[in-house]
């Protein structure tokens, strides 16, 4: 089955530029999308079609994905982007969604 | 707005049946494809498996032997079965909203609240 592996866990400090990245085998080939899940709360997109932001998504969440990872950049990072963010794909092979492992992203 | 609410069970006995049923509410089930996904405490997000307004149905390779969904247009409703259920299916559970019937894009961009069920006898 397919997988997507994402770093437990990322620090970065206020103002500063949080990067996380997804890995699965030829990702690049595929869309990629990333959502932000708060405690307690549903998890919300925040890039799809590896670059695409929704409409209320902040300036500050970019993506990428190129060969076999998938990126989600947050610049300025501030204390509301604090949450577990989970990168998505299509896999047309078993005609399912998988889930990236997520990553918690704590802004000390 | 489109609202999506999760409702069912909260306690189900091993080896029992899991059912839970998705309302819709700000528009249709028509036209749109539809997942169930779940997440244990404190762990990752799993897709268990979509159903397309007609009934067509794509799961989860891992869960497909025990998984029925079904779709009724006139409640603009649909559900959940998830068969021989042992402590492991124990979590929350999200119905969502893809969009890739009107535009192509396979994401989710509506979700519920979420639904806690919990395997134990």
């Known amino acids: 089955s397919y997988e997507l592996t994402q770093p437990p866990s990322v620090s970065v400090s206020p103002g500063q530029t949080a990067t996380i990245s997804c890995s699965g085998d030829?990702?690049?080939?595929?869309?990629a999308c990333w959502y932000q899940q708060k405690p307690g709360q549903s998890p919300v997109v925040v890039i799809y079609e590896d670059t695409r932001r929704p409409a209320g998504i902040p300036e500050r969440f970019s993506g990428s994905n190129s060969g076999n990872t998938a990126t989600l950049t947050i610049s300025e990072t501030q204390a509301m982007d604090e949450a577990d963010y989970y990168c998505q794909a299509w896999d047309s092979g078993t005609a399912s969604y998988v889930f990236g492992t997520g990553t918690k992203v704590t802004v000390l | 707005q489109v609202q999506l609410q999760e409702s069912g069970p909260g306690l189900v006995k091993p080896s029992g049946t899991l059912s839970l049923t998705c309302t819709v509410s700000?528009?249709?089930?028509?036209?749109?494809?539809w997942s169930w996904i779940r997440q244990p405490a404190g762990k990752g997000l799993e897709w268990i498996g979509r159903?397309?307004?007609?009934?067509?149905?794509e799961y989860n390779p891992s869960l497909k032997s025990r998984v029925t969904m079904s779709v009724d247009t006139s409640k603009n409703v649909f559900s959940l079965k998830i068969d021989s259920v042992s402590a492991a299916d124990t979590a929350l559970y999200y119905c969502?909203?893809?969009?890739?019937?009107?535009?192509?894009?396979?994401?989710?961009?509506?979700w519920g609240q979420g639904t806690l069920v919990t395997v134990s006898s």
């Open positions: 030829n990702l690049g080939e595929k869309y």
């Open positions: 700000g528009g249709s089930v028509s036209g749109h494809y």
């Open positions: 159903i397309y307004s007609s009934g067509t149905t």
């Open positions: 969502a909203r893809s969009p890739e019937a009107r535009s192509g894009k396979r994401y989710f961009d509506y």
